[in-house]
């Protein structure tokens, strides 16, 4: 099993920003698609942005133009740039990774433990 690892959460105002980072773990080779996810207490776990393998990214459309996803494919780590944030994006974000390759084979739908954002009016 791959470690994914979040940090970077916390409690911000509303149109402040914060940046999420998700770091896997272990002897990777390579990584498919990451992603983040978020949910907020009574809603389903929805998708907010990914980025694949080589860089194309997609956004939810609550998320366009406030959140930027990246990744660095060498450190097997990835971000999520969240800016004018607003107390609608408040919830537990995850982070997944569809596939990845390791010295000790290929592992499937990876979750990470979730980093809480909470956003105040």
């Known amino acids: 099993q791959v470690q994914l690892v979040e940090s970077g959460g916390g409690s911000v105002q509303s149109g402040g920003s914060l940046e999420l980072s998700c770091a896997a773990s272990?002897?990777?080779?390579?990584?498919?698609?990451m992603a983040w996810y978020r949910q907020a207490p009574g809603n389903q776990r929805e998708l907010v942005a990914n980025?694949?393998?080589?860089?194309?990214?997609m956004y939810a459309d609550s998320v366009k133009d406030r959140f930027t996803i990246s990744r660095d494919n060498a450190k097997h780590t990835m971000y999520l740039q969240m800016n004018r944030l607003k107390a609608e994006d408040t919830a537990v974000y995850y982070c997944?990774?569809?596939?990845?390759?390791?010295?000790?084979?290929?592992?499937?739908?990876?979750w990470g433990q979730g980093t809480q954002v909470t956003v105040s009016a």
């Open positions: 272990g002897i990777i080779f390579t990584i498919r698609t």
């Open positions: 980025i694949n393998s080589g860089g194309d990214t």
């Open positions: 997944n990774v569809d596939a990845v390759t390791t010295s000790r084979g290929i592992y499937y739908d990876q």
